[in-house]
C-alpha cells in the first residue's frame, strides 16, 4: 500500500528539496505545495519507472560526486588547451568501445552522464542488449588507457553504489 | 574587505568569460561534428558555472542572502547537457556513419542504432 502511494520516496525527497529550493524561501504554505507536489509527481508518471533504484551505499554518492566535480574543472583545461594550442590535423579522435560491467540502467544512465561530462569523452550509444557504451574521444593516443580509466575511474564505484 | 570580494567575484567572471570564449572558438575550428560535441559539453561547463559561483559569492558576500538558485541552475545544467549531446551524437551517427565505421560493441549485439534489442519477453520479466 504504502508502496503505491510513494512509488520512488528518493524522488519524491528530491522533489520536495528543489521544489522550496526554487522559490528560495521555506514557509508553511510552500512547504505543503512542495509535499503536494512529491507525492503527486512520482504516482503519476510511476507507470513509466516500474523499478526502484537501489543505492547501496549513499555515502560513496558525495565522494562520485567531488570526483567528478574535480574531473569536470579538469577536463575544461585539457579541452581549452587542446582547442586553443593544437592544429586541427593534430588532433586525433577516434572511437573507444567500453564493455560494461554494470546493469542497472540508473546506473549506466550516470556513467554516460558522467562520461560526457569528463576528460575530452562524449558517450554516444550503448549497443543494443546494453553490453557496451560507445565512446568519442576529442584528442587521445592511447584508447585503451582512456578505455581502463572509465572502467576504474567511474564505472566501479558506481558498481558499489547501485549493485 | 570590500576590495577583497570584489576581486574574487571578478576573478570567477573573468575566469567564466575566458572559458565561453573558448568554448564557442572551438566550435568554430574543429573540423567535425563530432569534434565540435566537445567544445560545448565541456569548455562551457566551467564558463556557466563560473558565473553562477560568481552570483551565489555577489548575494553571500555582498547582499548577505543565500540564493539557491545557482545551485538548481548548476544541477539542471548537468542534467541536460549530457543527454543533448547524446542526442546530437546518435543524430549524427543515424544520418552519417555506417557500422562499418565504428568500432565492434565486442558484444553478442552491434550498437542499438543497427542492431534490435534482444528479444521482448527477457524484458517484461525485468519489469514484472
Not at chain 1, 507507470?47 to 562520485?64: A, S, T
Not at chain 2, 541536460?80 to 543515424?94: E, V
Not at chain 2, 562499418?100 to 520479466?125: C, R
Amino acid at each position: 500500500m504504502l508502496k503505491r502511494i510513494f512509488p520512488h520516496p528518493l524522488l519524491s525527497l528530491t522533489l520536495v528539496v528543489v521544489w522550496l529550493a526554487l522559490v528560495n524561501k521555506v514557509t508553511p504554505g510552500n512547504f505543503v505545495l512542495a509535499v503536494l507536489l512529491g507525492i503527486a509527481i512520482p504516482f503519476l508518471t510511476a507507470p513509466y519507472w516500474p523499478g526502484r533504484p537501489i543505492i547501496k551505499r549513499p555515502l560513496r554518492v558525495i565522494e562520485y560526486v567531488f570526483i567528478v566535480l574535480w574531473d569536470i574543472i579538469v577536463a575544461n583545461f585539457q579541452v581549452a588547451a587542446i582547442i586553443l594550442f593544437r592544429r586541427n590535423q593534430n588532433i586525433r579522435s577516434q572511437w573507444v568501445t567500453v564493455p560494461l560491467d554494470l546493469t542497472s540502467p540508473e546506473a549506466i544512465t550516470v556513467l554516460a552522464g558522467t562520461i560526457t561530462m569528463t576528460p575530452g569523452t562524449v558517450s554516444a550509444m550503448l549497443s543494443a542488449d546494453s553490453s557496451a557504451i560507445l565512446v568519442h574521444c576529442l584528442h587521445t593516443d592511447d584508447p585503451e588507457g582512456v578505455r581502463d580509466d572509465i572502467k576504474k575511474r567511474y564505472e566501479w564505484r558506481l558498481k558499489e553504489i547501485f549493485q | 574587505m570590500e576590495l577583497v570580494t570584489e576581486i574574487l567575484i571578478s576573478f570567477f567572471l573573468v575566469v567564466a568569460g575566458v572559458f565561453g570564449l573558448v568554448g564557442s572558438l572551438g566550435m568554430v575550428k574543429l573540423k567535425d561534428t563530432m569534434q565540435r560535441l566537445h567544445a560545448p559539453t565541456k569548455a562551457t561547463t566551467v564558463g556557466v558555472g563560473g558565473v553562477l559561483v560568481a552570483s551565489m559569492l555577489y548575494f553571500l558576500l555582498v547582499k548577505g542572502t543565500f540564493s539557491f538558485h545557482e545551485l538548481l541552475i548548476t544541477l539542471f545544467l548537468f542534467l541536460t547537457a549530457p543527454i543533448s549531446a547524446n542526442f546530437i551524437a546518435k543524430t549524427f551517427i543515424q544520418g552519417h556513419l555506417r557500422a562499418e565505421n565504428l568500432p565492434a560493441s565486442e558484444g553478442e549485439y552491434g550498437w542499438s542504432i543497427y542492431d534490435d534489442p534482444p528479444t521482448v519477453d527477457e524484458t517484461t520479466e525485468e519489469n514484472a
